[in-house]
């Protein structure tokens, strides 16, 4: 993809001169959407990114924000794409997202502790969709079990919209338990060192950054093969520990990993960021590969791989440390106070304004199409063809068959595992050295997006799907913290398709701060369209809570208590439900508009959470995917089920499969004490009782439903039973 004619003529302004090509090349790389958020940028100061708790916000590999309570310990928070590689090669394009989010991680002095992943793939029925699932599920948990970090949340999603572009969205969060092991990307001093710490460089990922920024074509997966960047998962896990001995010894003063245009991205960012320039010798870079060129050096994106900024006293304690653990290293260069300079073989291939480069590309100003609400058509479905039909769904259906791939053990903090509605982790940091009885801080994580939701109502989805995940946490007893997400989109210059972005991006930004939930940071993938159509408007969010010690009620039913659902102005008959971006629907057919969101969304979370925590309470799960009926059957085990009875003035179709977030049941001992702790927030609805019969017995409008766990089980192994 060459340099636009009127990018050219700004840089021809600046240089005073044609670029040389390797110029032109890292301008068109570093300019492009996937770097620069031509289009997206304008568009992101709707969110709100402050809070005392926020150490660095956005603009850096990752967030860092610090634990309430804790002036010593810090976690951080980043999140990446990986779609376009998925789609061309998706064991290494998702094995490789997972490489990049970690070494984003390690570049501002942190340790990576958790991962997430949001997939969305078409029909699932579709045999090329299920290979692409398949590939990405394998690459994401052999990387990621390879290095030692716990995938322990996300989600996935089916759509047919997906199908000729999926997404690979990956969060991570890291843990700096010392405020002083913190580095960022801005370099510090001139005459410092650049040191290439990691794998040799080779010439795959050749073009990444402009590869991700164009729609995808009908043969995508043979020409666009070379811009794949291949994983080394055992070099990165070797990676991570030599970063970790760095840091004890206080080696770094600056880092940046190498993603996005490789090298040159990489160097030109950390020096932009601080003001500076650099001097780097590309025949210095050490190369796995023979009869490299400057220009592949450069752009290169082999993964694996450090840019460390280093005071020149500590260069060969560098490189001790990356020799004993068998890691490359090379001082390609020095940072100046001039501009960035590469040569190769003794001629300069690049010689710009560091800061341009970085920051230079100009906004686009695209026009916006506002999308429009559906109409009210709704298919006729009897209540148990309805529960049968969205159980059965591959989007509400067990997810079990891809994170028991995942090793969530590992590193011994997750004390609520995956398949509940948020992981929790425990964080042993925030304890004194004397008090090793007692628990620190409990950390709940959660991740994802519905695109049902955003392509019926792009902005009302984007708010729900902030409420969502703020829910889910808060049904595991923590409050929201902080944020961040990965907004993806399709082709921009489409006025349709950009007005459905523009709508997903104020949608979220609108209900995290109605939470008081700032988001720290993310990502932006746009071009997510191929000649199959542009995919859904979908704002994966990754959001962390945090909650006194690490216990938090199951989703699983005890069978010892009473059941409620809070949060269900429905059931209360205080509003009309909305079946618009329901499973429902996408199983039957039909329109409709979307469910309302309560107008108070932080007390009710934050209420949600209290609750939670009672003593009383004995399970818990948030009310969203598939609705009521889905959620009550999810709870379900062979040892507990329950006797439900719903009434309302909605129809039972409304009442059992709507989709509004912000809703919780709850197994309490103590159901009046609920309700007294939400009164004049929310609604709380008595729905039955639990037993220990291991049947669910749902009766609404006069017909009741009956079904035991082992059925359950059956409808909601869809996935498992078509891949095993």
């Given at each position: ?629 889905v959620a009550l059957a999810e709870m379900v085990t062979e040892e507990a089920g329950a006797t439900v009875e719903i009434t309302g003035e909605a129809s039972a179709t409304e009442l059992l499969f709507h989709e509004q977030p912000g809703r919780v049941v709850v197994e309490t001992t103590d159901p009046a004490a609920v309700e007294e702790v939400f009164d004049g927030v929310a609604p709380v609805t008595r729905l039955g009782a639990a037993t220990t019969e291991g049947t669910l017995s749902l009766s609404v409008e006069g017909m009741t439903v009956h079904l035991d766990a082992e059925t359950v089980a059956d409808y909601r192994a869809t996935i498992a039973d078509a891949l095993s």
């Amino acid at each position: 993809m060459p340099l636009a004619d009127s990018d050219h003529e700004l840089v021809v302004a600046e240089l005073g001169r044609e670029p040389t090509p390797a110029e032109a090349a890292l301008f068109e790389n570093l300019w492009s959407e996937h770097c620069a958020y031509r289009s997206s940028r304008p568009l992101l100061s709707a969110f709100d990114s402050e809070g005392e708790q926020v150490v660095v916000g956005p603009g850096d590999d990752a967030a860092v924000v610090a634990l309430p309570g804790e002036e010593d310990t810090y976690i951080t928070l980043g999140i990446e794409s990986h779609n376009h590689p998925s789609y061309v090669d998706p064991f290494d394009g998702a094995a490789t997202g997972v490489g990049g989010i970690v070494r984003d991680t390690l570049s501002m002095g942190a340790y990576p502790i958790a991962l997430a992943d949001s997939l969305y793939f078409g029909a699932f029925e579709r045999e090329h969709s299920r290979y692409l699932f398949e590939g990405v599920v394998e690459g994401i948990s052999h990387y990621g079990n390879c290095i030692g970090v716990p995938t322990v949340t996300g989600s996935v999603a089916f759509h047919d919209d997906y199908e000729g572009n999926p997404l690979v969205n990956v969060a991570c969060i890291g843990l700096i338990d010392d405020p002083e092991r913190m580095v960022t990307a801005e370099a510090q001093e001139p005459g410092n060192k650049l040191v290439l710490v990691g794998n040799a460089t080779g010439r795959d990922g050749l073009g990444g950054a402009s590869f991700a920024s164009e729609d995808l074509s009908e043969d995508a997966e043979t020409e666009d093969r070379p811009a794949v960047q291949v994983g080394d998962p055992y070099t990165e896990k070797l990676l991570i520990e030599a970063n970790e001995q760095l840091l004890d010894e206080g080696l770094i003063e600056s880092a940046r990993d190498l993603g996005a245009a490789g090298l040159g991205g990489a160097s030109s960012e950390l020096v932009a960021k601080g003001g500076l320039g650099a001097r780097i010798d590309l025949d210095e870079v050490h190369q796995r590969e023979p009869n490299m060129n400057g220009l592949e050096i450069l752009l290169s994106e082999s993964q694996e791989r450090m840019c460390y900024e280093v005071d020149p006293a500590n260069v060969d304690r560098v490189a001790e440390i990356a020799d004993r653990y068998d890691l490359g290293c090379s001082v390609i260069g020095d940072v100046t106070e001039e501009k960035y300079v590469c040569t190769y073989d003794g001629e300069t291939l690049v010689e710009v304004d560091a800061e341009f480069l970085g920051e230079g590309a100009p906004m686009n100003d695209l026009a916006m199409d506002e999308p429009t609400e559906p109409a009210r058509e709704l298919p006729d479905v009897d209540t148990k063809s309805g529960v049968e039909a969205v159980l059965s769904s591959p989007n509400t259906a067990s997810k079990r068959w891809v994170y028991r791939q995942y090793d969530h053990e590992v590193q011994t903090r997750t004390e609520r595992r995956p398949g509940d509605d948020a992981a929790v982790l425990a964080i042993r940091e925030t304890l004194p050295e004397d008090t090793a009885d007692e628990a620190g801080t409990g950390l709940a994580f959660s991740s994802g997006a519905d695109p049902n939701w955003t392509d019926t109502a792009p902005y009302e989805g984007a708010r729900a799907v902030a409420l969502e995940n703020a829910t889910n946490v808060a049904a595991k007893g923590a409050t929201p913290l902080a944020a961040v997400n990965c907004l993806n989109g399709g082709n921009p210059e489409k006025p349709d398709v950009y007005g459905g972005f523009g709508d997903i991006v104020d949608g979220l930004a609108d209900m995290c701060s109605d939470l008081e939930t700032p988001v720290v940071g993310g990502n932006v993938s746009l071009y997510n369209d191929s000649p199959s159509g542009p995919i859904p408007p979908t704002p994966t969010l990754a959001l962390v809570g945090t909650k006194a010690g690490y216990d938090a009620p199951p989703l699983s039913l005890s069978g010892e208590g009473e059941l409620l659902v809070v949060g269900d102005g429905a059931l209360a008959g205080e509003t009309t439900p909305g079946l618009g971006g329901s499973e429902l629907l996408s199983q039957f057919g039909g329109t409709d508009a979307f469910p309302a969101l309560p107008d108070n969304p932080g007390e009710l979370v934050e209420t949600v959470a209290e609750v939670a925590d009672a003593d009383s309470t004995l399970a818990t799960h948030d009310v969203s995917h598939g609705g009521l009926a889905v959620a009550l059957a999810e709870m379900v085990t062979e040892e507990a089920g329950a006797t439900v009875e719903i009434t309302g003035e909605a129809s039972a179709t409304e009442l059992l499969f709507h989709e509004q977030p912000g809703r919780v049941v709850v197994e309490t001992t103590d159901p009046a004490a609920v309700e007294e702790v939400f009164d004049g927030v929310a609604p709380v609805t008595r729905l039955g009782a639990a037993t220990t019969e291991g049947t669910l017995s749902l009766s609404v409008e006069g017909m009741t439903v009956h079904l035991d766990a082992e059925t359950v089980a059956d409808y909601r192994a869809t996935i498992a039973d078509a891949l095993s």
